[in-house]
């Protein structure tokens, strides 16, 4: 499945091992019942393995048959163009001042070279994501790939980091979040997922990153 250019990040085995199965089926049968699930994997500091486990679990549901998109929701720190060994392009951060009709999302979407999974990397980073995040072109994108995809899955910011996260988790069918074995302590977990229920989105998992 993977190949000498896809980024170590990814490999055979983390996606088909059981860990990552496991993660795919709970997640799926939570979310079934949403049309297009949109899925926020956060944190509550950065560090913790987010985009690790957002890779991977976006991986293990293409190898499962699913169209899947993978989409940088972390604009502070972009990582996945190079994750995938992806061309610089403009990516999600040219959607700032773009007006509605103007939203075009096959510029943005490029596919991996896992068969069935896209990418939607950030671009260059941007100094105030939320003027993305909580624009009506961010929305119309979402809308656009709800229409290609069977799962989109957003590697966004930690909830401690930025606020940013919020914004992601309104528009998202579920929030899972990502805490390292030897990461943070337990009650700025439990604080991040406080502010997930905060913000009326649905928690449909925690996972515990022990890569």
């Known amino acids: 499945m993977t190949n000498a250019n896809t980024h170590q990040f990814i490999s055979d085995e983390s996606v088909s091992g059981q860990e990552f199965r496991t993660l795919r089926n709970n997640i799926a049968l939570q979310v079934s019942r949403d049309d297009i699930p949109v899925l926020l994997m956060t944190s509550a500091t950065s560090g913790e393995g987010k985009s690790y486990v957002a890779a991977n679990l976006a991986a293990s549901f293409a190898t499962e048959g699913k169209r899947t998109l993978l989409v940088e929701g972390n604009l502070h720190r972009p990582i996945l163009a190079s994750v995938f060994d992806l061309k610089a392009q403009d990516g999600l951060a040219s959607l700032v001042d773009v007006a509605l009709e103007s939203v075009d999302v096959d ?105």
């Open 107 to 211: 510029k943005l979407v490029v596919d991996t070279k896992i068969n069935r999974l896209a990418v939607a990397v950030a671009g260059e980073s941007l100094a105030d994501p939320a003027q993305l995040l909580a624009s009506a072109a961010f929305k119309e994108f979402l809308q656009q790939v709800k229409t290609k995809f069977d799962i989109i899955v957003i590697d966004g910011p930690a909830m401690a980091d930025a606020s940013e996260a919020g914004l992601i988790a309104e528009l998202a069918s579920g929030v899972v979040v990502v805490a390292k074995a030897d990461g943070p302590s337990k009650r700025l977990v439990k604080q991040t997922i406080a502010q997930v229920r905060d913000l009326n989105a649905e928690l449909v998992g925690t996972v515990l990153n022990q890569a």
